[in-house]
T-cell receptor, first 115, second 115 residues
Framework: AQKVTQAQTEISVVEKEDVTLDCVYE???????LFWYKQPPSGELVFLIR??????QNEISGRYSWNFQKSTSSFNFTITASQVVDSAVYFC????????????FGQGTTLQVKP | DAGVIQSPRHEVTEMGQEVTLRCKPI?????LFWYRQTMMRGLELLIY????????DSGMPEDRFSAKMPNASFSTLKIQPSEPRDSAVYFC?????????????FGEGSRLTVL
């Protein structure tokens, strides 16, 4: 069975602090995809990144970076120099080979960035 | 460009009533997904279509739920009769196709409250 665990329910930081959101996944597929989505207060889910199981290179996009480690089945997300606008619920998700639209979501981590 | 459009944004109804949620996917996208978000179960896939054909409806809770996609630009999710436990936010999402990168474009959701 596939499963995504986001152990951190809520995180609160002060603006400009760095923050890491943890994600641990379980799957028996050898080919799979990992995602992060952001859900701001307005409610819609916004795609942030996709990673396939064969690409363990870390990725940086502006203040965002992702650390994918197959050895620990983790796909962590770091926001550097957090801003108030980063306040949202962040979801890690997993899909198996063959259907990248059927996502298994974690429970989400609520990030609050205080000014 | 218009994103995924859902209606209504909010619906309050009484137990036993029929509820119809509507979705217009992004033009050119061939896959459409219905997700449900609740506090207890998080985000879960109900059904998805590819080229207007239902591919996987294993997430549909029970026979009270039905979904249709009569054409490439419109889909409905119907609950009849509705029950209080159906209260949730229902998201529609679309992607270029089911084999795509998993970059789903979500609508703003329809918040359903069944009294």
């Amino acid at each position: 069975a596939q499963k995504v665990t986001q152990a951190q329910t809520e995180i609160s930081v002060v603006e400009k602090e760095d923050v890491t959101l943890d994600c641990v996944y379980e799957t028996r597929d050898t080919t799979y995809y990992l995602f992060w989505y952001k859900q701001p207060p307005s409610g819609e889910l916004v795609f942030l990144i996709r990673r396939n199981s064969f690409d363990e290179q870390n990725e940086i996009s502006g203040r965002y970076s992702w650390n994918f480690q197959k050895s620990t089945s983790s796909f962590n997300f770091t926001i550097t120099a957090s801003q108030v606008v980063d306040s949202a619920v962040y979801f890690c998700a997993l899909s198996g080979s063959g259907n990248t639209g059927k996502l298994i979501f974690g429970q989400g981590t609520t990030l609050q960035v205080k000014p | 460009d218009a994103g995924v459009i859902q209606s209504p944004r909010h619906e309050v109804t009484e137990m036993g009533q029929e509820v119809t949620l509507r979705c217009k996917p992004i033009s050119g996208h061939n896959s459409l997904f219905w997700y449900r978000q609740t506090m207890m179960r998080g985000l879960e896939l109900l059904i998805y279509f590819n080229n207007n054909v239902p591919i996987d409806d294993s997430g549909m809770p029970e026979d009270r739920f039905s979904a249709k996609m009569p054409n490439a630009s419109f889909s409905t999710l119907k609950i009849q009769p509705s029950e209080p436990r159906d209260s949730a936010v229902y998201f529609c999402a679309s992607s270029l196709d089911q084999w795509n990168t998993g970059e789903l474009f979500f609508g703003e959701g329809s918040r359903l409250t069944v009294l």
